[in-house]
């Protein structure tokens, strides 16, 4: 699976839109690129979940390029209970359904 | 989430002891698995299991077991407990989507430590 890159750590103000870049240069046709959310001390929680282009949830954007090398995932006027960590995996379809999790993005929201 | 639970959640053992974590779930799921985090890191696959006859290592099998008794328990096994296994260990659930990968719904976790 393909790995990936992404800011070890990201500041942001209340109602600031946050946009987490992750980069998965090596990515493979039946690999799909997904998210998911950490607060401290709970089991991570799905945001968002694309193959291509543009796919929009209540929660979050994420952003495709046609080369699908990189995604962002922007979400929209954060506030201090978006502070957690955010994971960015490379999730291939079909059977397998592994998730291989690096070590995310802490996102410190300020007041 | 309220449907994936977990017990103990907090467990101190000694080195040698065999424990065993439990997962219960009440999604009606097929699909289990088993994850450990260690601090700072992200989450690394123990075991995953597709139904109830079905077992599979996932990137850190060696030193635990896993058992599926039923659609809805999933139990992994440390045999004999050494304190690198100390972790957070998150156990979740998924529905087959086609060829999307699954949403994956993760437990409270379990914090075991072995002294």
């Known amino acids: 699976l393909a790995k990936t890159t992404q800011p070890i750590s990201m500041d942001s103000y209340e109602g600031q839109e946050v946009n987490i870049t992750c980069s998965h240069n090596?990515?493979?046709?039946?690999?799909?690129i997904t998210w998911y959310q950490q607060f401290p001390s709970q089991g991570p929680r799905f945001i968002i979940q694309g193959y291509k282009t543009k796919v929009t949830n209540e929660v979050a954007s994420l952003f495709i390029p046609a080369d699908r090398k990189s995604s962002t995932l922007s979400l929209p006027r954060v506030s201090l209970s978006d502070t957690a960590v955010y994971y960015c995996l490379v999730v291939r379809g079909g059977a397998t359904n592994k998730l291989i999790f690096g070590t995310g993005t802490l996102l410190a929201v300020q007041p | 989430d309220a449907d994936v639970t977990q017990t103990p959640r907090n467990r101190i053992t000694k080195t040698g002891k065999r424990i065993m974590l439990e997962c219960s779930q009440t999604?009606?799921?097929?699909?289990m698995y088993w994850y450990r985090q260690d601090p700072g890191l992200g989450l690394r696959l123990i075991y995953y299991?597709?139904?109830?006859?079905?077992?599979n290592k996932g990137e850190i099998s060696d030193g635990y077991s896993v058992s599926r008794q039923a659609q809805a328990k999933f139990s992994l096994s440390l045999e004999s407990a050494i304190p690198n296994q100390t972790a957070l260990y998150f156990c979740a659930t998924s529905d087959a989507q086609g060829l999307a990968p699954d949403e994956q719904f993760f437990g409270p976790g379990t914090r075991l430590t072995v002294l």
């Open positions: 090596n990515i493979a046709t039946n690999d799909y």
């Open positions: 299991s597709f139904d109830v006859k079905d077992i």
């Open positions: 999604k009606g799921h097929d699909r």
